[in-house]
Structures are given as structure tokens and as C-alpha cells.
């Protein structure tokens, strides 16, 4: 984008195509390497965090899941027990997959690598299981 050659995007326009929230994660995203604003790219990502991440928390908020009673049946005092699931193997899996998301999400906050950052979190939701036991 150059001001001198009038191909700027203004911020209202991006903020009339999708919420603050979608832009700004577009702009970590698509945004650190200087890239071309794309409205279509911006829509993509909105339909990515749109099928991601809204479908997840869709699934972890929905009453069949019993998200309150999972927590407390899987800690005690804060600490996870490590015991009493019937899906072991699976929440072993998971439970590894939060951790090193975790400890990668860290590591590039620190270095202020925030794409990094979100990537970290971006791969943890396709470990989580499309369906309900």
C-alpha cells in the first residue's frame, strides 16, 4: 500500500466487512510480510475462524458436553488426576496436544513472533474431537 499512489485501504472499510477482531487477526496473519490487502482473503479468514474456532467453542459450551462437570471429575485441587476416563489413551493425546501448544504459544509471545503464536493455537482445535462420546 502506498498513500502516494492511493491504493490505501482505509480501516472502515475493512471494520464494513467483518469485525475488528477478524481484521486484526487477518493482519497477523496475512499482514507481516507486507502482503497485498485482499477483501477476499479477509472474508476467508473470517470464514476459517468462523468454522474453526466457532464450531469449537460450540461443542465445549453445548450441554451435552457437561464442560463444568468434565473440569471437576478431571481435577481435584487444580491438579489433573490422570485417572477415571474411559477415553485414557484419547485424553492422554489431547491433554499432550494442550501442552505443547501451550509451551509453543510461550515461546513465540517471547519472541514476539504473534503468527507463530496463533498458529500454536490454530493447530490445537484439529486435535480436539469432532464428535461427542
Not at 485482499?38 to 460450540?58: C, K
Not at 461443542?59 to 491438579?79: E, I, N, P
Not at 474411559?86 to 510461550?106: C, K, T, V
Amino acid at each position: 500500500m502506498s498513500k502516494s499512489r492511493g491504493n490505501i485501504v482505509s480501516p472502515a472499510h475493512a471494520f464494513d466487512i467483518c469485525h475488528p477482531d477478524v481484521v486484526r487477526y487477518y493482519m497477523i496473519k496475512d499482514g507481516q510480510d507486507g502482503g497485498n490487502w485482499s477483501d477476499e482473503a479477509l472474508r476467508t479468514r473470517y470464514a476459517s475462524l468462523a468454522n474453526t474456532w466457532g464450531n469449537f467453542v460450540s461443542r465445549m459450551t453445548s450441554k451435552r458436553m457437561r464442560l463444568r462437570a468434565a473440569v471437576a471429575h478431571a481435577f481435584s485441587d487444580g491438579q489433573w488426576k490422570r485417572e477415571g476416563s474411559i477415553h485414557q489413551q484419547e485424553d492422554r493425546r489431547l491433554r499432550d496436544a494442550i501442552d505443547m501448544a501451550i509451551e509453543l504459544y510461550r515461546f513465540n509471545m517471547n519472541n514476539l513472533n504473534l503468527e507463530g503464536a496463533l498458529s500454536a493455537i490454530d493447530h490445537l482445535w484439529r486435535e480436539v474431537p469432532k464428535t461427542i462420546p
